[in-house]
């Protein structure tokens, strides 16, 4: 099960290596993560999205990164309600044949084309999960030149 | 100068660790950090911004990065040509007063209202750096509850 954690962190050096190598010593990979600014600046949110396979490896680490003294809270939102968006920018091909397909597609989901060169389009999207899948899965048909995904954020309403 | 670099990586755990261990050895705060899938599931796109005070460590730190054996590529975008974009996502206060702040924020920047409380909304933006500046100077007059940031993400054109 995925599980969405957010962690709000002193913003120092070291904390981010310190929290990844938490998670890493336990062989679980983040499958994203988003560090950003808070609206103090000494603090950062990072939200972190990980496959637990196990559980109670899971708590434990929760446990592990509430003893951080850099950590400052730990909440893992994934059994709460809470609003979650990821915003994924991507290159892709274009084509007079494929552009039905990408119209297809920006009638169906919040998806922006920020800039057309004559062979690739940039297009911008943000997106809750159920969407992201839509999106990744549409877009692999067209053909992705590049992609750069946020990995997903969070908040509770 | 606040540098963005882009860093596809093999998606193995530690390699997140290893990165943000690169940079805080050599005493440098990471900014902001995403980190995301891309099409191939092997492989992760980093984007990280950092301010570089010493051109020099920051190039020493390049090169290191382009040697660790899980790095892919490494790209600095910040004398390229480039689109960046963060998504932010913010808890703030709402009142009859405030609401024509609110409504004067969301007719100047690209904002969203995605949930409405008595006393809170939540608004989701997907902006670049300019406009991220002036959309958290005009949430500071309004008052934040909470915050999530994903930090930048970037393509060439």
Do not use: C, W
Not at 58 to 78: A, G, P
Not at 106 to 120: A, W
């Amino acid at each position: 099960m995925k599980h969405t954690i957010s962690v709000l962190v002193e913003n120092k050096f070291g904390v981010l290596a310190r929290i990844s190598g938490l998670f890493s010593a336990r062989g679980y990979n983040i499958d994203s993560l988003a560090v950003g600014e808070t609206e103090d600046p000494s603090v950062s949110r990072m939200t972190i999205v990980v496959n637990a396979a196990d559980e109670r490896i899971l708590e434990q680490i929760k446990k592990q990164l509430n003893k951080l003294i850099d950590v400052i809270s730990v909440l893992d939102l994934t059994k709460k309600k809470h609003y979650d968006r990821e915003l994924i920018m991507a290159k892709i091909n274009f084509s007079k044949t494929l552009e039905p397909k990408i119209s297809k597609i920006t009638k169906r989901l919040p998806v922006k084309i920020i800039h057309r060169n004559k062979d690739s389009y940039v297009i911008e999207a943000v997106l809750d999960q159920e969407q992201a899948k839509d999106l990744m899965a549409s877009l692999e048909e067209i053909g992705i030149k590049e992609l750069a995904r946020t990995g997903r954020i969070a908040l509770e309403p």
